[in-house]
């Protein structure tokens, strides 16, 4: 059964008016395209200097387990010393770390090399992406735009997805292998440092969010968190399989410069579904949404496999793209209903990180299908990882059920807020 209280949702001309968001918003966009960048730099660096994609995809797969590993720890000292503290370092880690990775890519240096120095360029990957979250959830906190600020976030990263690997995908293709990289790392350390001075927006942290009503607990230690991270774990096995296998496709087909295209039509999908989200006053609860969107991603993700030219790659990845954004604003959506605001940061930096070891499991069997049996069964990769995450979200979407705490929260005192209840 679902209820609505309200029959119209808030739009983006009213989310962006609120006060202070435009100071964390733009800094925050420069910041966040290094990480659509990484991964597809990686590949493409490594294959041009080792001739392997399973090589690629191993090295660009060791920085997705490593960033998801560290990520949510990243979260966990943003909720506990504040933000800035935690970006100033990383993004300098982070810089370093890259630059490392390049050098000893283009001089030859063994396999065994390039893993230890993906390790750091990983694990220190700004989580931008949550950061702005945080900051939305603590200004909006109880009102009516917190579904829309939700849906703009997930704009945001669409859009980033669309930029940032045809960015990187050209830089590598027409200026040098490693240009793409060299740009991450410069990105990164300008839009880091200009949105960690932005102090005045970020949430409370330690005493500040301690005295706060509810007490702290780990966003993992709730059982409905860790049912979203399987699902956003299945989100990443499309990402990753869709970048090594596009490029693999590509260049099977002697065009690698439609890789970048092909990218741009499946994450400008995401794109423009994400802002049709944003507009919708839903009358099914989350639950259901997430389900229902999740049943669509598989079936398009089971087709990609099947397509033999760019013209129906597009198409498939087009409907691949528009079906993502649905399950990614949905299950942000969520994981704000089951957290408390103590966790905020940590718990979106779970969800992040999933994704990100979700697209590099993916990266790493799919670079290894398509050496061995031809880019077409890179494919099967993102077939495989939402049909399971599927499978784990019909069995346990019962845990996905708002606390009461939240509940109330989301009504709000004086608000009409949008409460959909499954």
Known sequence: MSTVISDKRPGYGQLLRTPGALSFLLPGFAARQP??????GIVLLVQHTTGSFGSAGAVAAVTGVSMALFAPQSGKLADRFGQRAVLLPGVLIHTAAVSLLVVLALTGA????????????????PQVGPMVRARWAAKLDGTPLMPTAAAFESVTDEFTFVVGPVLATALCTGVHPAAGLIAEAALTLVGGLFFAAQRATQPAFGLAAAASAEPHRSALSIPGVRVLIVAFLGIGSVFGGMQVSLTAFTEEIGNPGANGLLYGIFAAGNMVAGIAMGTVAWKIGPRRRLILGYVGLTAAASLLWTAHSVLLLGALGLVVGLCIAPALITGYTIVETLIP???????????????????????????????????????????????????????????????????VAARGIGHRVPVAVD
């Not at 990480?35 to 597809?40: D, E, Q, R, S, V």
């Open 341 to 407: 605001a103590s966790a905020r940061t940590e718990a979106f930096t779970w969800l992040t990180g999933a994704v990100a070891l979700g697209q590099a499991a993916a990266v790493t069997v799919a670079g290894r299908l398509a050496d061995g049996h031809g880019a077409s069964t890179g494919f099967l990769v993102p077939m495989a990882g939402t049909a399971l995450a599927l499978a784990t979200l019909l069995a346990l979407r019962s845990r996905l059920k708002p606390r009461e705490t939240s509940r």
């Open 110 to 125: 063994p396999l065994w090399a390039l893993f230890l120095a993906a390790v750091p360029a990983g694990a220190s990957v």
């Open 35 to 40: 990480f659509a960048m990484l991964t597809i």
